[in-house]
């Protein structure tokens, strides 16, 4: 079951969406076994810098893996926030990280606990799961990033988005050292208590080095990190194959 939720956001101020996959229960349709548990797990994918919510379901077939393993999937929609409270902007962490939970959780009828509470997200949205599970681990059993820039505190970064990191951060700031930069977050993170992680990125993306990066800190700090690096590049037939690589790993309970 797909649906598309409209609805006036108190931490933006303005009205927003979200795609919501929910499994249903149907022994007549041709093609798929959708699976439902007694308590249904929750999956928040978050997309990239370029896209909206709708951006999985219209490049994946994100509808029929989660069906098939019983998952519900909530896709809110962040603008080009990297899922941070802008100084020039929105309050899109506020939004991501209190509004959005309570308003699924009341919502939809999925379970609130954190065995089937899960995060995953491609490119900013990479970025976007992991410093969500790293600054809230209690909410999550498992955390993913697919081709994630998972080093936005590089200079090369702002220097390609100037605009962009200023809207953000605001003039003379940076995200380095702060609870935007996801190796400073590894840094102080209790590693017991953080979910499981994973990420992936394609041997000829552009974001490969972030990725090492990611796993050079995670290692430094004794963080088990799963990983995979399959051929291709920053490209949707490699995330494709990735979501549903992802939805195998999540420790789904039965």
């Known amino acids: 079951m797909r649906l598309a ?6 931490s933006l101020g303005m009205g927003t969406a979200i795609t919501v996959l929910l499994p249903q229960r149907s022994d007549g349709q041709i093609g798929l076994a959708e699976r439902t548990r007694t308590r249904t797990p929750v999956l928040y994918l978050l997309h990239g810098l370029s896209d909206d919510d709708t951006i999985w379901t219209r490049r994946t077939a994100i509808e029929r893996y989660a069906a098939r393993r019983g998952v519900a999937v909530v896709m809110p929609q ?3 926030s990297f899922y941070t409270d802008e100084v020039y902007g929105n309050r899109y962490w506020t939004y991501l990280s209190e509004e959005l939970p309570a308003l699924v959780n009341a919502s939809f009828g999925v379970s609130d606990a ?3 509470t899960f995060v995953a997200g491609l490119s900013m949205g990479g970025y976007g799961a992991m410093k969500w ?3 809230q681990p209690w ?3 498992a955390a993913a990033a697919l081709s ?3 080093d936005i505190a590089k200079p ?3 220097a390609a988005v100037p605009d962009l990191f200023r809207t953000i951060w605001g003039e003379g700031r940076r995200p380095a ?3 935007d930069d996801l190796l400073t977050l590894l840094g102080k993170a209790d590693v017991a208590a953080l979910p499981a992680l994973w990420v992936g990125c394609g041997t000829d993306d552009f974001l490969l080095p972030d990725t090492h990066r990611f796993l050079h800190a995670a290692h430094e700090r004794g963080v088990p990190v799963a990983s995979e690096f399959p051929p291709g590049g920053h490209e949707w037939e490699l995330w494709d194959a990735q979501i549903e690589r992802v939805l195998d790993w999540l420790p789904l309970a039965d």
Request: net charge negative; hydrophobic share 35%.
């Open 139 to 141: 909410r999550f059993a």
């Open 148 to 150: 994630g820039s998972l």
């Open 133 to 135: 599970a790293l600054r």
């Open 114 to 116: 954190r065995a089937d």
């Open 177 to 179: 050292n702060t609870d």
């Open 78 to 80: 962040a603008a080009r």
């Open 156 to 158: 090369e970064r702002e």
């Open 5 to 10: 939720a409209d609805f006036y956001s108190e």
